[in-house]
T-cell receptor, first 112, second 113 residues
Framework: GQQLNQSPQSMFIQEGEDVSMNCTSS?????WLWYKQDPGEGPVLLIA?????ELTSNGRLTAQFGITRKDSFLNISASIPSDVGIYFC????????????FGPGTSLSVIP | EAQVTQNPRYLITVTGKKLTVTCSQN?????MSWYRQDPGLGLRQIYY???????DKGDVPEGYKVSRKEKRNFPLILESPSPNQTSLYFC????????????FGNGTRLTVT
């Protein structure tokens, strides 16, 4: 079925470094959603993207909606320990907005 | 406070013993959904509901049932749990528009022995 791929699968970075991760699909998406999951909690929405080429920021986070509509990118600048968690990309299927699928996640660890 | 509430947070049960995980939202959202999270697989959709009395299968519905008798509640029912249903379960809700973001509960960790 439809699926999203995320890379890298996991990252270990030093505090203060910038982080980049991406999400790709073989299918077109009209909406890209980026979520963060803290240990023991449910995912929380970070950024929502609704238009191809759109670049949106939320504090130190910046996400982009790829112009092919088949990918999206999330960047975190000047990482801090509380950035630790799993980052998921997600989106409703173009063929069925009722079904929202998630990527497998990128696990981020920040070394103080 | 706007939230999605799941209960219980942790549940250990034995194979075949029927169980229900409750989910309630106070945001008057039309859409509700259940996901399971397993290592390396991300979140997979089990069932979703567009509104009261309307439910549909997600990607992994086998072994699960749901009901939507009221707008705020969307319980997940395992009639005969099996060990392969050991997982972390999340309930989520959103407004009816297809591209509205999902709001998640804090999860229910289920272990079936």
């Amino acid at each position: 079925g439809q699926q999203l791929n995320q890379s890298p699968q996991s990252m270990f970075i030093q505090e203060g470094e910038d982080v980049s991760m991406n999400c790709t699909s073989s299918s077109i998406f009209n909406t890209w959603l980026w979520y963060k999951q803290d240990p023991g909690e449910g995912p929380v929405l970070l950024i929502a993207l609704y238009k191809a080429g759109e670049l949106t920021s939320n504090g130190r986070l910046t996400a982009q909606f790829g112009i092919t509509r088949k990918d999206s990118f999330l960047n975190i600048s000047a990482s801090i320990p509380s950035d630790v968690g799993i980052y998921f990309c997600a989106g409703p299927l173009e063929t069925s907005y009722d079904k929202v699928i998630f990527g497998p996640g990128t696990s981020l660890s920040v070394i103080p | 406070e706007a939230q999605v509430t799941q209960n219980p947070r942790y549940l250990i049960t034995v194979t075949g013993k029927k169980l229900t995980v409750t989910c309630s939202q106070n945001m008057n959202h039309e859409y509700m959904s259940w996901y399971r999270q397993d290592p390396g697989l991300g979140l997979r959709q089990i069932y979703y509901s567009m509104n009261v009395e309307v439910t549909d299968k997600g990607d992994v519905p086998e072994g699960y049932k749901v009901s939507r008798k009221e707008k705020r509640n969307f319980p997940l029912i395992l009639e005969s749990p099996s060990p392969n249903q050991t997982s972390l379960y999340f309930c989520a809700s959103r407004r009816g528009q297809g591209n509205s973001p999902l709001h998640f509960g804090n999860g229910t960790r289920l272990t079936v022995t």
